[in-house]
């Protein structure tokens, strides 16, 4: 990334939990900031050089932005004697509902350990349900693929069925006609 760039990259989340992304970089002035698909910055961590960056995050599309800060001709810069340096970083996105920080809530909410354990099994309990709803209509959408193909099936096979009939009826009397041209029969 070179002095003052920007590198953006983005993702949906398709569940309400919390968004925990880990950034490593070994640069310093690195900003990091997450943009909701409004536009609007919900988290900013400035000097962002290692460590793990937590936010809350609801259903939709987020952009994630690391923005070089470091100037050319910066204090650091002119030390080193090069007039523009590009920075590399690293960063681990994990966006899953196992990331809740419990501990956090406990101190803000100052919840005892019994509470926490029960907002745990209420948060499990909302990912099952979440995982249902998303899969409930795939379900339904492959149950009607299903009913409509055995009724092609059961169709064709009635017609296959009524093709041998009328074969087998047309060569009889093709066979019989034939017979009786040849006075085999009478």
Same mark, same amino acid.
């Given at each position: 990334?070179?002095?003052?760039?920007?590198?953006?990259?983005?993702?949906?989340?398709?569940?309400?939990?919390?968004?925990?992304?880990? &950034?490593?970089?070994?640069?310093?002035?690195? /900003?990091?900031?997450? !943009?909701?698909?409004?536009?609007? *910055?919900?988290?900013?961590?400035?000097?962002?050089?290692?460590?793990?960056?937590?936010?809350?995050?609801?259903?939709? $599309?987020?952009?994630?932005?690391?923005?070089?800060?470091?100037?050319?001709?910066?204090?650091?810069?002119?030390?080193? &004697?090069?007039? !523009?340096?590009?920075?590399?970083?690293?960063?681990?996105?994990?966006?899953?509902? =196992?990331? $809740?920080?419990?501990?956090? %809530?406990?101190?803000?909410?100052?919840?005892?350990?019994?509470? %926490?354990? /029960?907002?745990?099994?209420?948060?499990?309990?909302?990912?099952? =349900?979440?995982?249902?709803?998303?899969?409930?209509?795939?379900?339904?959408?492959?149950?009607?693929?299903?009913?409509?193909?055995?009724?092609?099936?059961?169709?064709?096979?009635?017609?296959?069925?009524?093709?041998?009939?009328?074969? $087998? *009826?047309?060569?009889?009397?093709?066979?019989?006609?034939?017979?009786?041209?040849?006075?085999? $029969?009478?």
């Amino acid at each position: 990334m070179p002095p003052m760039g920007r590198q953006t990259f983005g993702g949906r989340i398709k569940y309400r939990p919390l968004n925990l992304v880990k &950034g490593v970089s070994t640069f310093v002035e690195t /900003l990091f900031t997450v !943009e909701d698909d409004d536009g609007q *910055v919900i988290f900013t961590k400035r000097d962002a050089k290692t460590g793990t960056f937590a936010f809350t995050a609801e259903q939709g $599309i987020y952009q994630y932005c690391f923005i070089n800060s470091l100037k050319v001709g910066s204090e650091g810069l002119k030390h080193s &004697g090069l007039e !523009e340096v590009q920075r590399t970083g690293k960063v681990t996105l994990e966006v899953d509902a =196992n990331n $809740i920080d419990y501990s956090e %809530i406990a101190t803000r909410e100052n919840l005892e350990p019994i509470e %926490i354990e /029960l907002r745990k099994l209420e948060d499990a309990v909302l990912r099952v =349900n979440q995982e249902f709803e998303f899969q409930n209509p795939r379900a339904e959408e492959l149950h009607s693929t299903n009913e409509s193909t055995a009724s092609r099936m059961e169709w064709l096979s009635i017609i296959s069925f009524v093709v041998l009939v009328l074969s $087998i *009826v047309f060569q009889l009397y093709y066979l019989k006609s034939f017979l009786r041209q040849k006075k085999v $029969i009478s």
